[in-house]
């Protein structure tokens, strides 16, 4: 992996475990608070009825039907998968990053 040590991705892909601690403090209080956002904005909206639906025809459609929720069942196991184990992406970029960064250091004047 030197040419992801030369754009400086190995420390962020893998950190020093100290960090990890200091991390969890400054992340968490702001996740909690989007995600309470969130919950209390959609909760908001349902309890003031801002959602009702205007049409009949879009009453009767279903939200997500079998093949759609295998879909998007699999793309977020891939998304979680790669967001919590990225070597393989980063492994596979390494030869193009590599010929980049030669691109980039030839002088061009």
Request: proline share 6%; hydrophobic share 50%.
């Amino acid at each position: 992996m030197p040419a992801c040590r030369a754009l400086g991705l190995r420390r962020r892909v893998h950190g020093d475990p100290g960090e990890l601690p200091r991390r969890l403090l400054v992340r968490l209080p702001g996740a909690t608070t989007l995600i309470i956002g969130a919950a209390y904005t959609l909760w908001h909206g349902q309890a003031r009825g801002l959602w009702g639906v205007a049409n009949d025809k879009v009453a009767k459609l279903q939200d997500v039907n079998g093949r759609e929720a295998l879909v998007l069942t699999t793309l977020a196991i891939a998304v979680l998968l790669l967001g919590l184990w990225p070597q393989p992406l980063i492994e596979l970029m390494d030869a193009s990053v590599e010929h980049l960064l030669r691109h980039i250091a030839v002088s061009k004047l």
